[in-house]
């Protein structure tokens, strides 16, 4: 199993052709219903590890815009690493947990364990499809801490088929910002050109 999701990850056409994407992101306050401040990133990838960002809109709170920008600036520097930041037996030690099907998508459900503190590593959970060994859902925390401003970051990314790349199409977080109290981002990606093809489902986190 673990080579085929290996192989999956070299071949997917993400890794290889550049693309652009515009994400929003919704950052709500405890438990507000709404946003305290609303930010939108265009986010470019070239191969092989360059990816950049530029916050082309944001409203309300900076706070919002400062959780944002430590986020992407984790997801940037995440592509520099290439293969040290890949979903594989390299980076992660693996645990089989079950099977699970939502319709008629059969999907492995592992522990990925990171082998070394790196703030690029999620220690959590990976969501598998059984038949194609695409990673559609990743859930974790970060192996070592993103910031000094951020801390108790709980991390969430679905993934998706755009135009023929299998990238994330949802982002979300959870965390305490120092001296401002529990924050939750909801980030959405857009592509440029385009709408998405197709949209995860949402999965209940597993049982430690």
Do not use: C
């Amino acid at each position: 199993m673990l080579q085929r999701l290996e192989e999956a990850q070299h071949q997917d056409p993400a890794q290889s052709r550049p693309y652009e994407v515009i994400r929003e992101y919704k950052v709500f306050r405890g438990d507000e219903k709404q946003p305290t401040s609303e930010v939108m990133a265009q986010i470019n990838f070239a191969p092989p590890a360059t990816k950049t960002y530029t916050i082309t809109q944001a409203r309300g709170n900076s706070a919002g815009e400062k959780m944002v920008r430590e986020l992407l600036d984790r997801e940037t520097q995440s592509a520099k690493k290439g293969p040290g930041s890949q979903i594989s037996r390299t980076n992660y030690d693996f645990v089989f947990l079950r099977d699970e099907t939502f319709g008629v998508v059969p999907e492995h459900v592992l522990r990925i364990v990171p082998k070394r503190k790196d703030r690029s590593l999620l220690r959590g959970w990976i969501w598998v499809d059984a038949r194609t060994f695409r990673i559609r859902r990743i859930e974790g925390v970060p192996a070592k801490s993103p910031s000094f401003w951020i801390k108790d970051i709980h991390i969430t990314l679905q993934f998706a088929d755009v135009n023929g790349m299998w990238i994330p199409t949802s982002f979300d977080a959870m965390a305490t910002v120092r001296l401002l109290g529990r924050y939750t981002l909801a980030g959405l990606t857009i592509p440029a050109r385009d709408s998405l093809s197709t949209v995860p489902h949402e999965v209940v986190s597993p049982k430690e």
